[in-house]
């Protein structure tokens, strides 16, 4: 499964730079872009307190690296969501990219983008 994940984000990443300014889907994941932010530190702290706050009836485990948050099993359904804060082409930009396990459907992705959305 982990390996998978990773896989799968490593593939969102390249791409990530090139994404459409809301979002491409595919099945198993989605990349939206959201937006520019002041600095790489803001970009960070407002990905882990989106993260943070996600109303799940089970734990999500949250984890911070250098340029990216990480989250795992958000539902619905059984969502790993990494908010990336790259320098693209001097700008700090949010992007968050939605990798679902088996089962989980486009809707599920959607529920959890659009609260990430509006929270960061």
């Known amino acids: 499964m982990a390996f998978k994940f990773i896989k799968a984000l490593a593939a969102v990443a390249v791409m990530a730079p090139f994404a459409a300014p809301t979002m491409a889907s595919a099945e198993g994941w989605s990349i939206s872009d959201l937006g520019n932010v002041s600095s790489r530190q803001s970009c960070m702290d407002r990905a882990v307190n989106a ?3 996600w ?3 089970r734990r999500t ?3 911070r690296g250098t340029w990216a948050v990480y989250a ?4 619905p359904g059984e969502n790993h969501v990494v908010i990336t804060c790259p320098n693209v082409a001097g700008q700090i930009n ?3 990219h939605i990798f679902g ?3 989980t459907t486009q809707d599920d992705r959607k529920v959890v983008r659009e609260f990430v959305k509006a929270v960061f």
Not at 72 to 75: C, W
């Open 101 to 103: 396990e088996d089962g």
């Open 55 to 57: 109303p799940s009836n």
């Open 51 to 53: 993260l943070e706050t």
């Open 61 to 63: 485990s949250v984890s």
């Open 72 to 75: 795992y099993n958000l539902s």
């Open 94 to 96: 949010a992007f968050i």
